[in-house]
């Protein structure tokens, strides 16, 4: 047995969902969920670093949790992704933009630039940005822990037998079990979509062995008043940053045994069979520009907890394995792993070691589901973005305020929703794009004096878009961008109406912004952003390389997406942008992709940004199959990059190899990843604890083995050696398509394709060279004709095809 830890005296309760199921019951399921399970022989220790390096997470994208897992004292630290500091609340907030106008200002810095190549840009920041405050995070926020919910379990040993901590990802359900004396206790938790709160259930394998006191505990920047009555703990108060008010619920509902409600807010649950906890969360947050303030939480609260207390432990557990199983189960992936009966964190220390192969694909099977698991969890219709930590948060100052970086965190949090089979998990997404184009448009107005809409590098849930209060946050560009993943959305469902009406909108206002913003470089006569910059280092400059592709990429979508809508006015404008927009794409005298217009890349640079390789990932300007030499030269970048970096860079590195069709280095760097920053829960670390880097993983290793930006889909384009063989089912292809491929001895074998609007399909794999055979329904042939290593057919919608390899 290795240490245990044992959490410490009860400080909260946490409303989130705790589940009990009988020790037989729980032993019978496990094997058949081994493949997806995280699990561990030891709580996790009880301290910040316990809590971002071994709890475990659950989620229902509004409410998040983290599962401690101790024996006499458990602790679930919660989560709501609208508690935030700052905002409209705090008297003096102006969205990040100026207090007062700056006659001159853009011009001056413009100015500058022609006459001196680059400035630095601490110089743009005194001149555009945003004055600092006291504290920094004063005015703009930062996102909170709600609290904790502590559970004290009078008797129950420090030392146990058959102690288990598990996260079952397929089912989205979390899990301790152990044996203390003769008594088998379980304890299980899962954050529930559908009914909007955590639920958990305490139990023993002997009647009226579940004694505890429960509790909710919150940070000490607000104001609290704790209530328990008739077994509803309910903990109040307002934030003192903005006056936010907040509520959480706790329901107790045991069966057999007593329960006594305590005039210190706390409730005692004394000698149950078992016990039901259901917690919900609120806040008087609105995403409604410019208040951000709703009604009061408790009359909606409450009849949310009581609409669950209602439903019962079974139903709402069998709603919430149906609802997590839909997302989850689109997507299975075989890479030949098998997972040894070691516990998680021990799988990833001996990662990579060359023990066992089989074992090392397990993990990434795993770690590629739990990117998955992750965003279903922490993004769902109707709840705000993944932030910087998905929904999990511990701390009042988290780093970086738990925020949305926009120069490329939040866009990677996104990377997999598309291509994994989880789009509709991109709605947040969405709409908060659409959330920050009010904002956004006093902004490029008073700052630019230009029209349409734009925000910087970081912004909150109330409306930040100005530029904030350090160099590396100057970057209009952010809009450009999230205007890109919008209409990639587009790209991979053909959802015309989610063009008309979200995407199309957004992308030409964003337009007229950088219409107004562009300028012609006197040098060369192109259109030029100005100023501009590589995140986050390097000078202000006109043109920097990724300003330019960005912007190539985003009137390269208008003329297309106008095209698609009518409006040929539209499409010629962005036709003629085009015509004169420099695309930002240079080889340097060192063989690299220039970063900047100018051609003074420093070879021994390696900043964890990349960002010139845009039009690499996810852009679409430079492939190997397109581009060669600029391939080339973008590998030269990477190489002197190098694949040392913090976790979301190796990430967008898998990215990049895989796009350049290197599947070995691409998994050099998934190895990197999990051996050097991954925590013992899985969490990617930056350090610390940032969830990009778990995303962008998933999506590197989708790229791996499906491309489809290219026009025709690329089967199995960057499959290592270390995947010779293998099967995956359910992915996403532009133009609305599935996709499953099995492949052996490192060579396709066949591919599976149902089209949702049908229309000709483009299959793109070498081993189609050799000889193919294309069938639908019940073996019927299709016809179909075969260019080199193209196969092309015409798809029914809704229509199941079968593309066999046939040839050696």
């Keep these: 047995m290795r240490r245990r830890f044992l959490a410490g005296p009860i400080v909260l309760v946490l409303g989130a969902a705790l589940t009990v199921v009988p020790a037989v019951q729980a032993q019978a399921r496990e094997p058949a969920a081994m493949p997806y399970t995280l699990w561990y022989d030891e709580p996790a220790p009880d301290t910040n670093e316990g809590w971002e390096t071994r709890s475990l997470p659950i989620g229902n994208g509004a409410m998040g949790a983290t599962v401690f897992g101790g024996v006499g004292a458990e602790r679930l630290q919660f989560n709501d992704k609208t508690l935030w500091t700052g905002g409209p609340g705090v008297a003096d907030y102006n969205f990040g933009n100026w207090d007062a106008p700056r006659p001159g200002a853009l011009e001056g810095i413009r100015e500058r630039i022609w006459k ?89 394998d002997r009647p009226g062995g579940v004694t505890f006191t429960a509790g909710i505990a919150v940070p000490a920047n607000r104001t609290v008043s704790a209530t328990a009555e008739r077994g509803r703990l309910t903990v109040k ?55 951000y303030k709703g009604e009061d939480p408790h009359a909606k609260l409450t009849a949310r907890v009581d609409a669950a207390a209602r439903q019962g432990y079974a139903r709402l557990l069998a709603a919430h394995r149906a609802d997590h199983a839909a997302l989850f189960d689109r997507v299975r992936l075989d890479l030949g792993g098998s997972l040894p009966a070691i516990p998680t964190d021990e799988l990833l220390a001996q990662y990579g070691n060359g023990a066992s192969p089989a074992a090392d694909r397990a993990l990434e099977q795993l770690f590629y589901q739990y990117g998955r698991y992750l965003l279903i969890a922490s993004s769902r219709p109707g709840s705000l973005p993944a932030n910087l930590q998905g929904v999990w948060n511990l701390q009042e100052a988290p780093p970086w305020q738990s925020d949305y970086h926009l120069n490329i965190n939040l866009q990677m949090n996104y990377w997999p929703a598309e291509m994994t089979n989880l789009a509709e998990l991109a709605r947040p997404l969405h709409d908060y794009v659409n959330g920050l184009r009010e904002p956004g448009r006093v902004t490029a107005k008073q700052m630019y004096g230009a029209r349409g809409w734009v925000a910087h590098h970081a912004s909150n849930i109330f409306g930040q878009t100005g530029a904030w209060d350090h160099p590396a946050y100057f970057f209009p560009e952010s809009g450009a961008w999230l205007s890109e993943q919008l209409y990639d959305h587009y790209r991979f469902t053909l959802d015309e109406r989610f063009l008309k009406r979200t995407a199309y909108p957004i992308m030409k206002e964003t337009a007229q912004f950088w219409l107004d913003f562009l300028r012609t470089d006197p040098r060369d006569g192109k259109l030029v952003a100005v100023p501009s910059r590589s995140p986050e280092l390097g000078p202000a400059t006109a043109g920097a390389s990724m300003s330019q592709e960005i912007l190539f990429q985003l009137f390269t979508d208008l003329r297309e997406a106008a095209g698609l809508v009518g409006d040929r006015q539209q499409a010629a404008a962005a036709a003629d942008v085009l015509a004169k927009l420099d695309p930002g794409l240079r080889v340097g005298r060192w063989g690299q992709l220039q970063e900047w217009k100018e051609d003074i890349d420093d070879p021994a640079e390696t900043h964890r940004h990349v960002s010139h390789l845009f039009a690499v990932h996810p852009g679409r300007q430079i492939s190997p199959r397109t581009t060669p030499e600029l391939a080339a030269a973008a590998k030269v970048s990477l190489n002197a990059r190098t694949d040392v970096g913090t976790g979301w860079s190796k990430a967008w590195k898998i990215n990049f190899w895989a796009r350049l069709l290197d599947g070995d280095r691409a998994h050099k760097l998934l190895r990197d990843q999990l051996q050097t920053s991954t925590l013992a829960n899985l969490w990617d670390t930056h350090p610390p604890f940032q969830i990009d880097g778990n995303f962008g993983a998933t999506s590197g290793m989708t790229e791996m083995l499906l491309q489809s930006h290219l026009g025709a889909i690329d089967l199995l384009p960057a499959l290592p050696a270390a995947w010779a063989a293998g099967r995956v089912t359910g992915l996403r292809a532009r133009g609305a398509h599935t996709v499953g491929l099995t492949w052996a001895s490192g060579r396709l074998s066949e591919a599976r394709l149902t089209s949702d609007q049908g229309g000709e399909v483009k299959l793109r794999n070498d081993a189609f060279r050799g000889g193919v055979r294309v069938t639908a329904g019940h073996g019927r042939p299709v016809a179909y004709r075969v260019d080199g290593d193209t196969v092309t057919f015409r798809a029914r919608a809704g229509d199941d095809y079968r593309i066999g390899v046939i040839g050696r």
């Design 237 to 291: 108060g307002a934030l003192t940053s903005n006056g936010m008010a907040y509520e959480a619920q706790l329901r107790v509902l045991n069966q057999g045994g007593s329960r006594t409600d305590n005039p210190d807010g706390t409730i005692t649950v004394t000698g149950a069979d078992s016990v039901v906890l259901i917690l919900g969360t609120g806040t008087d947050y609105a995403a409604d520009y410019p208040t």
């Design 116 to 204: 001196e190549g680059g400035i630095p840009p601490e110089d743009v920041l005194a001149a555009l940005g945003l004055k600092s405050d006291t504290p920094r995070q004063r005015r703009f926020g930062a996102y909170q822990s709600f609290g904790d919910l502590r559970l004290a379990f009078p008797g129950l040993p420090e030392q146990t037998g058959d102690y288990r901590r598990r996260l079952d990802l397929a089912r989205g359900v979390a899990g301790v079990s152990f044996t203390a004396g003769d008594v088998r206790h379980s304890r299980e938790y899962f954050a529930s979509a559908p009914a909007g709160v955590i639920v958990a259930r305490l139990a023993t």
